[in-house]
């Protein structure tokens, strides 16, 4: 059964400092991994998808890393701003199935 | 842009009713799912449908049911409602197998059950 795992579980960072979130994942076999955000009481928006061939993946101030051979992702977000506070969730997809981490909860101070 | 509804964003029911929660989407994706978010467990798959009358349970289908009559619309059936399916319920859907399968997520509904 593949377990997701997101570490550090909170972070708090000022304004302006770069945030690195991480994701891992335990069986490799996976045919792409997806970052969502998610605010409050609200849904999940998609921030980026990575084909499992694929080692990065870029969206303005986003960068996402793939290293599907050791299990790992990581979520790059430049010079946070005070808007980038929400919960952030990776997930993986073998087959039709997405499991999904329980998130990295950040707070960008002003 | 794809878009996917849900019928309610907050729903209070009594233990024991019939639940019904629909979820519509405009990009006519085949693939349909149903989560449940509860804190300390994350996401979790109740059901998924890959085409219209066609269904598959998830990790925690107990206690649900669900219904795809049409291609847009699936819906999330709970027969006797009970206190501990009080959460938030996301609706979401994709295109089928293929490299660029990404799920696209609704608002959410916010059940409570008393």
């Known amino acids: 059964k593949q377990e997701v795992t997101q570490i550090p579980a909170a972070l708090s960072v000022p304004e302006g400092e770069n945030l690195v979130l991480n994701c891992s994942f335990t069986d490799s076999a996976i045919y792409n991994l997806q970052w969502f955000r998610q605010d409050p009481g609200k849904g999940l928006t998609s921030l980026l998808l990575i084909q499992s061939s694929q080692r990065e993946q870029t969206s303005g101030r986003l960068n996402a890393s793939l290293d599907k051979s050791s299990g790992r992702s990581t979520l790059y977000i430049a010079a946070s701003q005070p808007g980038d506070s929400a919960t952030y969730l990776c997930?993986?997809?073998?087959?039709?199935?997405?499991?999904f981490g329980a998130g990295t909860t950040v707070t960008v101070r002003a | 842009d794809v878009k996917v509804t849900q019928s309610s964003r907050y729903l209070v029911k009594r233990t024991g009713e019939k639940v019904f929660l629909e979820c519509v989407q405009d990009m006519d994706h085949e693939n349909m799912f149903w989560y449940r978010q509860d804190p300390g467990l994350g996401l979790r798959l109740i059901y998924f449908?890959?085409?219209?009358?066609?269904?598959e349970k998830g990790d925690i289908p107990e206690g649900y049911s669900v219904s795809r009559e049409k291609k847009e619309r699936f819906s999330l059936i709970l027969e006797s409602a009970s206190t501990n399916q009080t959460s938030m319920y996301l609706c979401?859907?994709?295109?089928?197998?293929?490299?660029?399968?990404?799920?696209?997520f609704g608002p959410g509904t916010r059940l409570t059950v008393t």
């Open positions: 979401a859907s994709s295109f089928p197998r293929g490299s660029s399968y990404e799920q696209y």
């Open positions: 997930a993986v997809r073998d087959d039709y199935k997405l499991s």
């Open positions: 449908s890959y085409d219209v009358k066609m269904k």
